[in-house]
Structures are given as structure tokens and as C-alpha cells.
């Protein structure tokens, strides 16, 4: 039912801002939950923020509350993580996810983009 792409990963030093993008192709996008994932290198995924389908709630992780925002358009068939004070702790792979429900755990979501890597220095 969609597809995911996601961008605007790179290289930032810590204190820096990063703003990804998740470019959905299906026309029932505005249908679905939206959430943000992410991965380092030899951990679990984790559940990083998430959204509902008219963008009216919003949910985040402990370590991403006061820092990142979530946001969709569904105009433009694409959903946002806004990171601000990026730590080192925050590199990793960062993915979305189109699911029924705005819940933390991998099982809920559907379908998947493919990442877009994100490395903090300091």
C-alpha cells in the first residue's frame, strides 16, 4: 500500500540540528500512523517518535523528548523528525515506518524505508 524513502541523514557535530525527511508513494498514506526508528551498530532497534494519521498526536521516546519533533504533511505525502541538540548517542540508522497504530515497538508498523544514516561528532 506505500513506500518508503527516507533523507536528509549526514555528518553534524554534537549541539547541531538535523531534519529528516520520509517521502511516502502510496495513495492511502494518509491512512496510516507514521514513526521514526532508529539503530546503532550492534543494538536493538528503538522506537524513537511516532504519529497519528491526522497529525493531532504525537508520542517520543525519553531520550528524544525536548529535542526532536515529529510532523507530517499529508499533502505532500511525507513525514519529518526535526533533531535539535544532537548527542553522539544519537548516531545510528534512522528509519520510518507506516503502521495502524502509533505504538513503540517495531510489531505495529507495516511497512519500512530503508534508512538513512545519521552520525554525530564531537
Known amino acids: 500500500q506505500v513506500q518508503l524513502v527516507e533523507s536528509g541523514g549526514g555528518v553534524v557535530q554534537a549541539g547541531g540540528s538535523l531534519r529528516l525527511s520520509c517521502a511516502a508513494s502510496?495513495?492511502?498514506?494518509?491512512?496510516?500512523?507514521m514513526g521514526w526508528f532508529r539503530q546503532a551498530p550492534g543494538a536493538e532497534r528503538e522506537f524513537v517518535a511516532s504519529?497519528?494519521?491526522?497529525?493531532?498526536?504525537?508520542y517520543y521516546a525519553d531520550s528524544a523528548k525536548g529535542r526532536f519533533t515529529i510532523s507530517r504533511d499529508n499533502a505532500k505525502n511525507t513525514v519529518y523528525l526535526q533533531m535539535n541538540s544532537l548527542k553522539p548517542e544519537d548516531t545510528a540508522v534512522y528509519y520510518c515506518?507506516?503502521?495502524?497504530?502509533?505504538?513503540?515497538?517495531?510489531?505495529?508498523?507495516?511497512?519500512w524505508g530503508q534508512g538513512t544514516q545519521v552520525t554525530v561528532s564531537s
Open positions: 504519529i497519528d494519521w491526522s497529525g493531532g498526536s504525537t
Open positions: 502510496g495513495r492511502t498514506f494518509s491512512s496510516y500512523a
Open positions: 515506518a507506516a503502521g495502524r497504530l502509533t505504538l513503540a515497538t517495531m510489531k505495529a508498523y507495516d511497512y
